[in-house]
């Protein structure tokens, strides 16, 4: 790197590891391999995997799909609750780091994912209609059905209406 320090290393989630990369270089983003943590959870949620298979999708969904914080926020909350999970001591170890290695506070630090442009823009193209598919055809749970709860559900996108019912 031609005496350049790195902007972001990204490393498996080990003690010796990170204190290696925090004493070496301290002023570096130190974020954690989210591929390694992913593939820890079925071996420390292996009950819940085989009691309920949509575990796996709504876990993939709230760490990849949440696109700022109040939403990871309320769908990590709305899983833990779901499957009953607020003893579990590893997903509480794995939230205590969860801005070192979920996508949504990983990217405010800029790390470049190398992938080709074509894949990167069909894949936000799909995201895309899919949202705009369920905000279309779908009406969200309302709360009060105030006529102003009512037009925020016609309006906003199923995020936004959320954070609007907080």
């Known amino acids: 790197m031609l005496g350049a320090c790195p902007k972001t290393i990204i490393i498996d989630q080990d003690a010796a590891i990170t204190n290696a990369v925090a004493s070496v270089f301290p002023a570096v983003n130190h974020h954690y391999c989210m591929w390694h943590i992913e593939k820890k959870v079925s071996e420390y949620l292996n009950y819940i995997y085989h009691e309920h298979t949509e575990f796996k999708s709504q876990f993939w969904k709230c760490i990849h799909q949440s696109i700022i914080v109040e939403e990871f926020e309320f769908d990590w909350e709305a899983m833990i609750d779901k499957y009953g999970l607020q003893d579990n001591k590893w997903l509480e170890k794995i939230y205590d780091i969860h801005a070192k290695w979920i996508p949504t506070f990983v990217h405010q630090n ?22 705009t598919f369920k905000t279309v055809n779908s009406k969200p749970l309302m709360q009060t059905y105030y006529p102003m709860e009512e037009k925020a559900s016609k309006v906003y996108t199923r995020k936004l209406f959320k954070i609007f019912l907080k």
Do not use: T
């Not at 800029?110 to 949202?131: G, Q």
């Open 110 to 131: 800029f790390v470049l994912e190398c992938l080709p442009p074509k894949k990167c823009s069909y894949a936000r193209y799909k995201k895309e209609r899919e949202k």
